[in-house]
């Protein structure tokens, strides 16, 4: 598990890996005119959120999608469970990377 707490904002791709997560969500819809009884699940949406993944536990993970030094990172967190594909687009950066996801 990789622990962010007392790191400081550095530039994404530092911290951890750059992925693409695919991952299914509420949806509501209006004037629907059919509901699929047999597969409910055709009736959520499919997201794919692009960030540097920088925590994760059991339940959920936390991708960073745009950092300011400014304002600090914008970030999304995915409850796991929802996620349906993690794609690693580049590994971070840093040589200490590893001591960090341990």
Request: proline content about 3%; glycine content about 4%.
């Amino acid at each position: 598990m990789i622990d962010n707490r007392n790191r400081e904002a550095e530039f994404l791709g530092s911290v951890g890996p750059i992925v693409k997560v695919t991952w299914n969500d509420a949806a509501s819809t209006f004037k629907e005119y059919r509901i699929n009884a047999e597969n409910p699940s055709e009736h959520l949406t499919i997201c794919q959120t692009v960030g540097e993944l920088v925590a994760e536990d059991d339940k959920a993970m936390v991708l960073v999608m745009h950092g300011s030094q400014c304002d600090g990172a914008d970030i999304m967190a995915i409850p796991k469970d929802w996620a349906q594909n993690v794609e690693v687009l580049r590994e971070c950066t840093t040589e200490n990377s590893e001591s960090q996801q341990e």
